[in-house]
């Protein structure tokens, strides 16, 4: 026999397995099964070890799934009581954008006034104006980082 | 199954809790199975697997419904056990210094084999169990997700962020592997 059919034949055994194979390699595979006592051999250990993989028994730990269920409710609980401070705090946040828009023009006038007054330069009125508009969504910001690291703190699972 | 799929999303969206509870029942053996044989450890996996339904909990709008749900389900689960481990080494050079804290939990690294005996009783440690103990981690996890989960070579490597290519040449790996081993249990 051909020697460079036995390596062939351990490549198809294991590709049957994992991604599959072609009818005309199944027929080829099949055939040479029947002659070489060898690879028949590698293919039987390779059915008999997956057998054994899907068969094999874990035990499950008592009660695990009625605990797991019991703290998924209590965060859910917990998450819902958070929802409508977190609608509340972005319902405030359009609000505020939304008569900023409004006010802009009014509040240019009072920057640029104070300009007039103080001498200070265009930069440094534009930059306040630009502060101005941007503090609400700083602010929403600043409240969402922090809710997150307070959350990632009471999760600090993995100390034990 | 897409239907089925886009369902499981829209109630994970929801945060139903009803789905919740029929879902931590529905995969229970299937996830406790994959976090033990990445973990080697019992209570570890315990662990693991309450995180994992808090993980699905909260960020359940982030399912799709394009793939399998328990493919999802994985791919939280290690990447909490990654993390975890990322942790851990971080904190052991703290642990060398502090007399309180035990010997860091170590996992199998690339190509050394896991101390999955944690686990397994002495009763048990026969056959494929112990064939199992003498594989890389990360073989192992691929022949569970192939063979035991019967998770598409796709959705494997949608589990381990990883590419097609890599889960193939693993699988290969891990099953010859698994195939030495057993053969030299029975010897």
């Not at chain 2, 481990?85 to 035990?102: F, I, N, V, W, Y």
């Not at chain 2, 009783?121 to 063979?147: C, M, N, Q, W």
Request: glycine share 6%; hydrophobic share 45%; charged share 25%.
């Amino acid at each position: 026999m051909n020697e460079n059919l036995h390596p062939r034949a351990e490549k198809l055994i294991a590709q049957e397995h994992v991604e599959g194979i072609s009818q005309s390699e199944r027929n080829w595979l099949a055939a040479h099964l029947r002659e070489c006592p060898a690879c028949a051999q590698v293919a039987r250990q390779t059915n008999n070890a997956l057998r054994s993989l899907r068969g094999m028994p874990i035990p499950l730990p008592r009660g695990l799934a009625e605990r797991t269920q019991f703290r998924v409710q209590l965060r859910a609980q917990e998450l819902r009581e958070r929802e409508p401070k977190r609608r509340l705090l972005w319902i405030m946040c359009a609000m505020s954008w939304a008569l900023g828009i409004a006010t802009a023009p009014y509040v240019w006038q009072a920057i640029e006034w104070i300009g007039q007054r103080t001498g200070a330069p265009l930069l440094v009125l534009e930059f306040g104006f630009g502060l101005w508009w941007a503090i609400p969504a700083l602010f929403a910001a600043a409240i969402v980082v922090l809710e997150n690291v307070r959350q990632a703190n009471e999760r600090d699972w993995s100390g034990r | 199954m897409a239907d089925d799929n886009k369902a499981l999303a829209q109630g994970l969206k929801r945060r139903d809790p009803d789905l919740l509870d029929q879902l931590i029942e529905q995969y229970q053996f299937r996830l406790f199975r994959y976090l033990l044989y990445l973990t080697s450890s019992r209570e570890r996996a315990e662990d693991f697997f309450q995180e994992t339904w808090i993980r699905v909990l909260e960020r359940g709008h982030q399912y799709d419904g394009k793939y399998k749900f328990e493919a999802w389900l994985f791919r939280i689960a290690r990447n909490l056990v990654i993390d975890w481990q990322r942790q851990k080494k971080m904190q052991s050079l703290d642990a060398l210094t502090d007399p309180e804290e035990g010997a860091p939990m170590e996992f199998a690294a690339e190509n050394q084999p896991s101390p999955l005996h944690q686990v397994l009783t002495a009763e048990a440690k026969t056959g494929v169990h112990a064939s199992l103990d003498r594989i890389p981690t990360v073989y192992r996890e691929v022949l569970v997700l192939r063979f035991q989960e019967e998770l598409g070579l796709e959705e494997i490597a949608g589990v381990l962020a990883a590419p097609l290519s890599t889960v193939k040449s693993r699988l290969y790996r891990g099953l010859e592997a698994l195939r030495g081993a057993m053969q030299g249990g029975a010897a």
